[in-house]
């Protein structure tokens, strides 16, 4: 047995144990794990005992869950805007079984959909301290270096693009790429604001890794990605008063990283990112137009949606045969993937769920600024950036039955819970009892 599968199996095992033993955020820390470690698809899986690691993780944190419940029944889901907008998706979905195209496959992308639910739940739920939200934030941008340092073992596959670096729901490399984009602007924060020298060039040299992992999956999305959230973390930081040295770092961080990604950058990348320019619906990048436009065409004949993967069932018979992959093609769009498979319903409630997130970190922002909490307003920004990536991204490619669409908005509602809500709460407690 290798050194890599037996460091998976210690690791799995011990964190397993933790979690039943010690703290259900071992269960939070050990998801995140195995979803980017994703086993399956590494060279050492043949060494390791061939078990549904997923659904254990699963079982270990909702059993260390229940062993402590007592512990997190302060933190109410009702108080957090997204979840009712959650629940609320949850029903489109269960009810679009009575009209989706095909049962089997609409099942199946549904069962994946609980199954990223219950993970949010339990991290809402169990991520409820400073120390527990930074440790499952420190967690996510070690994956996502993890992926980073894989590609820069392997370089580019095939095709001029890296390929076989991601987690289960981004095998491919535009999503392996959306998952990646998300970390730039939580290590640019780490970088400029963290106090600790050694955690700043711990960032530092994992965002060198981030932005070479970029170069080398070479995704017009991802870059698009990148462009938007550096840009808006930018304007958010900026548009905070009383900072003035906070923001002249900013601008000498930005530009740093920019020669960096410069530096890193090769002609085959540039090559890449110039057909941006083409939108013309006809060819090039502007060719999925087409696809997003049959998206109304499909809704006239199926009002209420054609349920997860109907549009690729259903593209023969809208889409000229060389349009398709396969003899399919996907909608290659996030908000066209939702119209298409819920209906006008569906979009609505969609909307809600995201813009419900940025709502509320609004909200947070304004509650931390009353406080004087600099600090983790900048950090608010930096999540609120790296959730815009992930939507940017996401808007080419097909990502409802994606974690991160869900983990992000997680981690807001985490930090919501943890800076505004429980202290909140706190404040009024304290009211009552010296009003009485």
């Known amino acids: 047995m290798s050194l890599s599968a037996l ?12 979690c039943l033993v010690r703290s259900p955020i071992f269960g939070i820390i050990l998801y995140e794990y195995q979803y980017f470690q994703n086993p399956p698809v590494r060279w050492w899986w043949g060494q ?25 029944t302060s933190n109410r889901l009702r108080d957090i805007p997204q979840f009712r907008w959650l629940m609320g998706m949850t029903v489109i979905v269960l009810l679009a079984f009575f009209w989706c195209v095909d049962s089997g496959a609409h099942e199946k992308w549904t069962i994946l959909y609980l199954k990223y639910l219950v993970f949010v739940f ?34 580019r596959t095939g095709d001029g693009r890296l390929e076989g670096i991601g987690g289960p729901d981004c095998a491919a490399v535009n999503g392996a790429a959306a998952v990646m984009a ?17 955690v700043q060039f711990a960032g530092l040299v994992i965002l060198t890794f981030v932005l070479n992992g970029l170069v080398l999956l070479n995704s017009r999305g991802a870059f698009l990605a990148l462009l938007v959230s550096v840009a808006w973390f930018a304007y958010a930081v900026f548009r905070e008063k009383g900072i003035r040295s906070v923001k002249w770092k900013l601008i000498a961080g930005i530009i740093g990283a920019i020669l960096l990604f410069v530096y890193l950058s090769d002609d085959l990348f540039w ?15 502007g060719h999925r137009m087409l696809y997003w436009m049959k998206t109304f065409e499909m809704l006239k004949d199926h009002p209420f949606g054609v349920g997860a993967m109907g549009f690729q069932i259903l593209s023969p018979a809208y889409m000229p045969a060389e349009w398709l992959s396969g003899g399919q093609r996907a909608v290659h769009s996030t908000w066209f993937e939702v119209l298409a498979s819920y209906g006008f319903q569906g979009f609505v409630v969609f909307l809600g769920y995201i813009f419900s997130t940025f709502f509320l970190a609004r909200k947070v922002k304004k509650y931390l600024r009353e406080k004087e909490d600099q600090f983790h307003v900048l950090q608010l920004v930096a999540l609120e950036s790296a959730f815009l990536a992930f939507l940017v991204s996401a808007s080419f490619i097909d990502r409802f039955h994606a974690e991160m669409l ?9 930090f919501a819970n943890i800076y505004m809500i429980k202290p909140q709460r706190e404040e009024a407690a304290e009211r009552f009892k010296s009003n009485h």
């Open 406 to 414: 869900y983990w992000l908005p997680a981690f807001i509602a985490a």
């Open 182 to 198: 998300t970390a730039v602007p939580m290590l640019l924060y780490v970088v400029l604001f963290i106090s600790k020298k050694w």
């Open 122 to 155: 339990f991290f809402y739920k169990v991520v409820c301290t400073e120390k527990h939200l930074d440790l499952s934030l420190a967690f996510y941008l070690l994956g996502v270096f993890y992926w980073c340092w894989l590609g820069w073992q392997m370089g």
């Open 48 to 72: 390791i005992p061939d078990f549904r690691y997923a659904l254990v993780v699963i079982l270990v944190l909702v059993a260390g869950y229940l062993l402590r419940y007592q512990h997190f």
């Open 7 to 18: 460091f998976f199996l210690v690791s799995f095992a011990g964190a397993a144990l933790l």
């Open 271 to 285: 090559a890449r990112m110039s057909t941006l320019e083409n939108v013309d619906p006809e060819e090039g990048s």
